[in-house]
């Protein structure tokens, strides 16, 4: 927050809302310039855009970054692409052009278990349509293995070879 104020000038203000209604109600609060949702990621498709629409409608020079739950390449979130800035991933496709390709179960990685492995996927499917003009709106953005508590774990060494120069021959490159 310090560094963003000084070099920025930007204030941040965190406000807990897990639910897309409780998200809704917190920006008819407060008229920030920049909002990141997280949601819990229990929730379904249209909930989320019923409650996402209606925000940049009220006000569209207001940002919206989807921070999406969902760690794999797939969301169910796409539906929310028209209606927001930027949806970051953990993981996303090198080439967006895949998210317009029909996959079983919705990832890449499912479709290949499913042809070539035969394996039953009993109908689970995380995928969701990708409108083609929002594409570029998808984006790497998060990762449990940057936060520092994640990378201090990282850097103890327990008894394996990975030892802290290798981190920092990794982050070298």
Known sequence: RRQLKQQ??????????????????????????IVFI???????AMVAQNAIAPIKQANPQRKLIFIDPWAQASSRYFNLL???????KRQRYQNLE???EKFLGGT????????E???????????SEVPAAYLHRISSGWNLGTAKKFRKQ????????????VLSRIEAE
Request: charged content about 20%; glycine content about 4%; hydrophobic content about 40%.
């Open 8 to 33: 920025f000038g930007l204030e941040i203000e965190t406000q807990l809302a897990e639910t897309f209604s409780q998200i809704a109600e917190v920006c008819q609060k407060y008229q920030s310039e």
């Open 38 to 44: 997280i949601p819990f990621w229990q929730e379904s």
């Open 82 to 88: 028209p209606y927001i800035d930027l949806l970051l």
């Open 98 to 100: 895949k998210y317009q």
């Open 108 to 115: 890449m990685f499912t479709d290949f278990l499913a042809k």
């Open 117 to 127: 492995q035969n394996y039953d996927l009993a109908g689970w499917d995380v995928s």
């Open 154 to 165: 990282l850097e103890k060494p327990r008894g394996f070879s990975f030892s802290p120069s």
